[in-house]
């Protein structure tokens, strides 16, 4: 292992900054090109100034209400005013709400933050349990139905999960809400559409990178010495199956922002995925614009954090 | 994923659901079909996207802002004009309108209402500096006087027949000045005040909107205490919360879903017939559609009948010309548009049609029923030897193409009748300059420019059945259906729906009854 020495602090906090600053520049660059990808794709899917008049208003009106958003300007003078603003942190106002974009975006976002959280939560603290539990008792009547499960779980449309579990469990058992925000009652649903498919996937990558580690040598040399299988497993197992987990963990929150667009709009659910959604059909420049650079901003934080925890699960990571 | 795909799926998942939620389920669940409830709770299609009713034309908005403020008439569910916050109004000469403003009113914060309020109001719907969405709806006013507290007086520039009518729909919401002026512009979109029936409480986007009754209401209180306007996007859980009793009104309910509505012992569905028509509007530019023959085909080839029966599931009329029923000049003698598939075929003969390809540029989805009708009469123009057929396009593109009048042939249109008048719907639309006018025909448009500003109702009728008449020969618009607008009601809720989408919750049109 290399930085163990008289000059290891130094280096150490070398590569440290080197590290965190490689890491600041690639997130601005990567915030960068998702913002100008969205500014021209948004422009070429459609003009947003139709659908903010009466069918019957004449054409004068559009070319003043075009005029007044600023739209009637090239585009690349468009997308310099939309630079220049995003570094002074504004987004521009609704063109639906005529508030500030991201005024109205963060003012959806605690809804998403607790379905996703809550979703996320749910999936890791019955995924990991049952992944485990599938690999020790391999090919038994558990992992099999657990397993059959899981395969459901990640194939079916969240859409179509989500209206099956409104029918079944709402409608017909009468057991909770149909839809929209409010207790924990109405947050069951949506958690459990939203998780569905996440749970699924880390279920069976906890049970196959658990089978991996059990084929190791030091597994055996465990067992070898007489340890009980729950230490072997505990201790010797899990630690170094974890490390492929949590990379798949990190990149299932994304998936979770993603599914937000769906199980939101199926549940009416209040959150940025369906404001998402919404503002796309309406064409609503500054909040699609707000809502991708958040949840990329999101989603760069978050993989920064993993890769942090990698480190200290892992200490090959830490070194390179 | 393509929005067609999903709303595809999910109403196959609705059907598998219903299977499974089947008769015994829902039998168990009958209510007892009164209540106490003090709370109303209506779940629409979308949410508000502002409180501002100048600035909005939108079904969702209108829904709410006919509520929070009052117009100065008011069009009710027998579709006739009824006082608002005037009492009374007469024509003085051809153009002058004199209104007698309602004595008494408040607005919600206590101020006192008055006649130079409504003027402003209107005033306001054409300022340019006020930058509104409904500046071109009293564009006959010349100018208006406010003598005293109770008097306005509104000159048009030429006589203007329409004049009380344009004043119940969307532009007429009468706001206040002293509190717009008060909180500005941003602050009264977030929070109105008006006269109406409910009071603004609080709202959450997309979720829920939350209102109080007026109790000093000039019409009386509503027979609630709170109203909660909830958005539900999608169809599945907006029917699924009715039939659960969690909403009491359900607004834009689908045909298909009906019998499940009716089905459940608790609920119950309530429609008024649509105040306008649902019509293939026609580029009579292009080729072959210049040719009024062809036209006279492609109507005579359509089965509407069958249309009504398996698409709406009866929930609907077929039309017998472009003026919808329930409008001023509606023609009761008239018959039902003819299915003549022989009669097409040989008018087509006679037309010289060659096999030119007709396009019907349909969104899926937007409008009830759009697509499955556009392929059900594509696939009936074919029948009859037309080369018809049938592209989808999303909702923005065609509102750009209705902008940029570029239809390559055919395509959905629903003109809502805004006046219950013809002027306010045909002529709105197919005028010379209108939306869509790709068609001109001389006598058509002097019968519409005069019947526009005659306030002799003889002459109108008179010009509107002629008018009829040259549209059932030259076909700019092909009627198709007069489909209901159905709700999803509880049993326990007594209201009658408004035809014209103005979602009306007052004293005299709806109560919770009461064991």
């Given at each position: 292992?290399?930085?163990?020495?008289?000059?290891?602090?130094?280096?150490?906090?070398?590569?440290?900054?080197?590290?965190?600053?490689?890491?600041?520049l690639?997130?601005?660059?990567?915030?960068?090109?998702?913002?100008?990808?969205?500014?021209?794709?948004?422009?070429?899917?459609?003009?947003?100034?139709?659908?903010?008049?009466?069918?019957?208003?004449?054409?004068?009106?559009?070319?003043?209400?075009?005029?007044?958003?600023?739209?009637?300007?090239?585009?690349?003078?468009?997308?310099?005013?939309?630079?220049?603003?995003?570094l002074?942190g504004?987004?521009?106002?609704?063109?639906?709400?005529?508030?500030?974009?991201?005024?109205?975006?963060?003012g959806?976002?605690?809804?998403?933050?607790?379905?996703?959280?809550t979703?996320?939560v749910?999936?890791?603290?019955?995924?990991?349990?049952?992944?485990?539990?599938?690999?020790?008792?391999?090919?038994?009547?558990?992992?099999?139905?657990?397993?059959?499960?899981?395969?459901?779980?990640?194939?079916?449309?969240?859409?179509?999960?989500?209206?099956?579990?409104?029918?079944?469990?709402?409608?017909?058992?009468?057991?909770?809400?149909?839809?929209?925000?409010?207790?924990?009652?109405?947050l069951?649903?949506?958690?459990?559409?939203?998780?569905?498919?996440?749970?699924?996937?880390?279920?069976?990558?906890?049970?196959?990178?658990?089978?991996?580690?059990?084929?190791?040598?030091?597994?055996?040399?465990?067992?070898?010495?007489?340890?009980?299988?729950?230490?072997?497993?505990?201790k010797?197992?899990?630690?170094?199956?974890?490390?492929?987990?949590?990379?798949?963990?990190?990149?299932?929150?994304?998936?979770?922002?993603?599914?937000?667009?769906?199980?939101?709009?199926?549940?009416?659910?209040?959150?940025?995925?369906?404001?998402?959604?919404?503002?796309?059909?309406?064409?609503?420049?500054?909040?699609?614009?707000?809502?991708v650079?958040l949840?990329?901003?999101?989603?760069?934080?978050?993989?920064f954090?993993?890769?942090?925890?990698?480190?200290?699960?892992?200490?090959?990571?830490?070194?390179? | 994923?393509?929005?067609?795909?999903?709303?595809?799926?999910?109403?196959?998942?609705?059907?598998?659901g219903?299977?499974?939620?089947?008769?015994?389920?829902?039998?168990?669940?009958?209510?007892?079909?009164?209540?106490?409830?003090?709370?109303?709770?209506?779940?629409q299609?979308?949410?508000?996207s502002?409180?501002?009713?100048?600035?909005?034309?939108?079904?969702?908005?209108?829904?709410?802002?006919f509520?929070?403020?009052?117009?100065?008439?008011?069009?009710?569910?027998?579709?006739?004009?009824?006082?608002?916050?005037a009492?009374?109004?007469?024509?003085?000469?051809?153009?002058?309108?004199?209104?007698?403003?309602?004595?008494?009113?408040?607005?919600h914060?206590?101020d006192?209402?008055?006649?130079?309020d409504?003027?402003?109001?209107?005033?306001?719907?054409?300022?340019?500096?006020?930058?509104?969405?409904?500046?071109?709806?009293?564009?006959?006013?010349?100018?208006?006087?406010?003598?005293?507290?109770t008097?306005?007086?509104?000159?048009?520039?030429?006589?203007?027949?329409l004049?009380?009518?344009?004043?119940?729909?969307?532009?007429?919401?009468?706001?206040?000045?002293?509190?717009?002026?008060?909180?500005?512009?941003?602050?009264?979109?977030?929070?109105?005040?008006?006269?109406?029936?409910?009071?603004?409480?609080?709202?959450?986007?997309?979720?829920?909107?939350?209102?109080e009754?007026?109790?000093?209401?000039?019409?009386?209180?509503?027979?609630?205490?709170?109203?909660?306007?909830?958005?539900?996007?999608?169809?599945?859980?907006?029917?699924?919360?009715?039939?659960?009793?969690?909403?009491?009104?359900?607004?834009?309910l689908?045909?298909?879903?009906?019998?499940?509505?009716?089905?459940?012992?608790?609920?119950?569905?309530?429609?008024?017939?649509?105040?306008?028509?649902?019509?293939?509007?026609?580029?009579?530019?292009?080729?072959?559609?210049?040719?009024?023959?062809?036209?006279?085909?492609?109507?005579?080839?359509?089965d509407?009948?069958?249309?009504?029966?398996e698409?709406?599931?009866?929930?609907?009329?077929?039309?017998?010309?472009?003026?919808?029923?329930?409008?001023?000049?509606?023609?009761?003698?008239?018959?039902?548009?003819?299915?003549?598939?022989?009669?097409?075929?040989?008018?087509?003969?006679?037309?010289?049609?060659?096999?030119?390809?007709?396009?019907?540029?349909?969104?899926?989805?937007?409008?009830?029923?759009d697509?499955?009708?556009a392929?059900?009469?594509?696939?009936?123009?074919?029948?009859?030897?037309?080369?018809?057929?049938?592209?989808?396009?999303e909702?923005?593109?065609?509102?750009?193409?209705?902008?940029?009048?570029?239809?390559?042939?055919?395509?959905?249109?629903?003109?809502?009748?805004?006046?219950?008048?013809?002027?306010?719907?045909m002529?709105?639309?197919?005028?010379?300059?209108?939306?869509?006018?790709?068609?001109?025909?001389?006598?058509?448009?002097?019968?519409?420019?005069?019947?526009?500003?005659s306030?002799?109702?003889?002459?109108?009728?008179?010009?509107?059945?002629?008018?009829?008449?040259?549209?059932?020969?030259?076909?700019?618009?092909?009627?198709?259906?007069?489909?209901?607008?159905?709700?999803?009601?509880?049993?326990?809720?007594?209201?009658?729906?408004?035809?014209?989408?103005?979602?009306?919750?007052?004293?005299?049109?709806?109560?919770?009854?009461?064991?």
């Amino acid at each position: 292992m290399h930085g163990r020495g008289p000059a290891a602090p130094a280096s150490s906090m070398r590569s440290l900054v080197t590290f965190l600053g490689t890491r600041l520049l690639r997130a601005l660059v990567a915030l960068w090109l998702v913002s100008t990808v969205v500014f021209v794709v948004m422009r070429l899917s459609g003009d947003p100034v139709p659908l903010l008049l009466p069918p019957d208003a004449p054409r004068s009106e559009y070319a003043r209400v075009a005029r007044e958003l600023g739209l009637d300007r090239p585009l690349p003078v468009q997308y310099a005013v939309f630079i220049g603003n995003v570094l002074r942190g504004d987004f521009g106002r609704s063109l639906h709400f005529r508030e500030p974009a991201m005024q109205v975006v963060v003012g959806y976002l605690p809804a998403t933050l607790e379905l996703g959280l809550t979703a996320f939560v749910l999936a890791v603290l019955v995924a990991v349990p049952v992944g485990l539990l599938s690999a020790v008792k391999r090919n038994s009547l558990l992992d099999q139905a657990a397993m059959g499960v899981a395969l459901v779980g990640q194939s079916a449309p969240t859409f179509f999960l989500g209206i099956l579990f409104i029918l079944l469990l709402s409608l017909q058992a009468g057991w909770l809400p149909t839809s929209g925000r409010g207790g924990w009652e109405h947050l069951v649903l949506p958690a459990l559409t939203l998780g569905a498919f996440t749970m699924a996937s880390i279920a069976r990558l906890t049970r196959s990178s658990v089978l991996e580690v059990l084929r190791q040598d030091y597994v055996r040399t465990a067992r070898a010495k007489g340890l009980s299988e729950i230490l072997v497993v505990a201790k010797h197992t899990f630690r170094n199956a974890a490390v492929p987990i949590l990379t798949i963990t990190g990149l299932q929150f994304g998936t979770l922002l993603g599914g937000a667009v769906v199980t939101e709009t199926v549940f009416a659910w209040p959150g940025i995925g369906r404001l998402a959604i919404q503002s796309i059909y309406s064409r609503d420049y500054p909040v699609v614009q707000a809502v991708v650079f958040l949840s990329a901003l999101l989603f760069i934080v978050l993989n920064f954090f993993i890769d942090v925890v990698y480190g200290l699960l892992d200490p090959r990571i830490r070194a390179r | 994923m393509s929005r067609l795909t999903r709303r595809e799926l999910i109403k196959g998942a609705a059907t598998l659901g219903a299977a499974a939620a089947a008769a015994p389920a829902l039998g168990g669940r009958a209510q007892a079909q009164t209540t106490q409830k003090r709370e109303l709770v209506v779940a629409q299609g979308g949410d508000i996207s502002t409180f501002d009713p100048h600035i909005s034309t939108s079904a969702n908005d209108i829904r709410i802002s006919f509520n929070i403020f009052d117009n100065l008439t008011a069009r009710h569910a027998d579709g006739k004009l009824h006082p608002g916050l005037a009492t009374e109004w007469k024509l003085q000469g051809q153009t002058t309108w004199v209104f007698k403003v309602r004595q008494g009113v408040k607005w919600h914060n206590g101020d006192a209402f008055n006649a130079a309020d409504a003027k402003w109001s209107i005033e306001r719907t054409y300022d340019p500096a006020a930058k509104t969405r409904t500046n071109t709806v009293f564009s006959t006013i010349d100018r208006i006087e406010a003598p005293d507290a109770t008097t306005l007086i509104i000159h048009t520039k030429k006589p203007d027949p329409l004049l009380p009518a344009r004043l119940a729909f969307y532009g007429g919401q009468i706001v206040s000045r002293k509190y717009y002026e008060q909180v500005g512009a941003d602050g009264f979109r977030s929070k109105p005040m008006g006269t109406g029936p409910v009071k603004f409480v609080s709202w959450t986007k997309d979720d829920r909107l939350v209102l109080e009754a007026n109790g000093d209401y000039w019409g009386g209180k509503p027979d609630f205490d709170r109203m909660v306007m909830r958005a539900v996007p999608e169809m599945a859980p907006r029917v699924a919360g009715l039939l659960k009793g969690e909403t009491d009104i359900i607004t834009q309910l689908p045909p298909d879903q009906g019998d499940r509505v009716n089905a459940n012992a608790s609920t119950r569905v309530a429609g008024a017939l649509y105040a306008g028509l649902y019509v293939i509007a026609v580029n009579s530019k292009v080729k072959p559609l210049d040719n009024p023959l062809v036209k006279q085909a492609m109507s005579l080839a359509i089965d509407r009948d069958l249309i009504v029966k398996e698409l709406w599931r009866g929930r609907g009329i077929v039309p017998s010309g472009p003026i919808a029923k329930g409008d001023n000049h509606f023609d009761p003698s008239l018959p039902p548009l003819k299915y003549d598939p022989k009669e097409a075929r040989e008018r087509l003969k006679k037309a010289g049609y060659k096999g030119e390809e007709i396009v019907i540029e349909t969104t899926s989805a937007y409008m009830a029923n759009d697509k499955p009708m556009a392929e059900a009469i594509v696939a009936m123009w074919r029948d009859a030897g037309l080369n018809a057929k049938a592209e989808v396009v999303e909702y923005t593109v065609r509102a750009q193409k209705n902008r940029d009048k570029t239809f390559k042939g055919v395509w959905w249109s629903d003109p809502t009748s805004t006046l219950g008048d013809p002027d306010g719907m045909m002529w709105r639309l197919l005028a010379p300059g209108g939306p869509q006018d790709y068609w001109r025909h001389k006598r058509w448009d002097e019968l519409g420019e005069a019947a526009r500003f005659s306030v002799d109702e003889k002459f109108r009728a008179q010009a509107y059945k002629e008018m009829t008449a040259i549209v059932l020969e030259h076909f700019p618009w092909i009627p198709i259906v007069q489909p209901y607008e159905d709700y999803g009601l509880q049993k326990h809720v007594d209201w009658t729906p408004n035809p014209n989408q103005a979602f009306e919750v007052r004293r005299f049109n709806f109560k919770f009854k009461r064991a």
